[in-house]
């Protein structure tokens, strides 16, 4: 059972590049781990053959995973895309369903993909600056739509929420980000499963 923390502390977030001055995890999660996140699976085995790509990392501030605590890091999306579709998060529902999650957009331009489970769906812009609070239940992901910059973004959720990966490896998100004619389109996804 992980103790409670015991002491207030403090990191600096040095702006734009957002690495935090301090962190406990960097994940990272390239193409090759990535399967059937994107809709274009041919075209993700095809980048693949030519190597693999550094889709997205996240530096973690740890933190006991208990109600009342707060998780902290940044997590950097890298420009690019696979078939149309730009490179973005897995995206996930807290597994305690009740939790929110907010968002600071310190580099880059993006969006972030939000849906319920009861079928309400919202897609908000990201640039710096902006902040996002994603409700309780919502499921999130985050895409980059810069064709050069990275997209960076500090965020906080309680630590007991938890990540279901699940629910989305089994549906998908109702809403897709692709690079349209006139720049990013939002659109349905043909792919998305209610069961
Ligand atoms: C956010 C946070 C992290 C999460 C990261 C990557 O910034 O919610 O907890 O790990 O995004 O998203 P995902 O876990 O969906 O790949
Ligand atoms: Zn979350």
Redesign the pocket.
């Known amino acids: 059972m992980s103790k409670m923390t015991e002491h207030p502390f403090g990191f600096t977030l040095p702006i734009p590049t957002g690495v935090p001055s301090h962190y406990d995890n960097h994940l990272k ?1 390239s193409l090759s781990a990535l399967e059937g996140i994107f809709q274009d699976e041919p075209a993700r085995t095809a980048r693949l053959s030519r190597g693999d790509a550094m889709v ?1 990392e ?1 530096y973690e501030i740890a933190g006991p995973q208990l109600a009342g605590e707060l998780l902290m ?1 940044v ?1 950097v999306i890298h420009p690019g895309k696979v078939g149309r579709e730009f490179y973005m ?4 529902f807290h597994s305690v369903r009740e939790t929110a ?1 907010v968002y600071f957009c310190l580099k880059g331009e993006g969006m972030m993909v939000m849906e319920t489970l009861e079928g309400e769906t919202a897609v908000e812009p990201l640039t710096p600056g902006r902040v996002l609070y994603v409700a309780p239940c919502w499921g999130h ?2 895409v980059c739509t810069s064709r050069q910059d990275d997209l960076v ?1 500090f ?1 906080a ?1 309680p630590g007991n929420a938890g ?1 279901d990966y699940e629910t989305v490896a089994k549906r998908g998100f109702r809403k897709l980000v692709v690079d349209g004619k006139d720049g990013p389109e939002i659109i349905d996804n043909p792919h998305w499963n209610a069961s």
Request: proline share 0%; hydrophobic share 20%; no cysteine.
């Open positions: 999660r997205y996240v890091g997590t998060t897995k995206g996930h999650e992901r985050s973004m965020f959720y990540h």
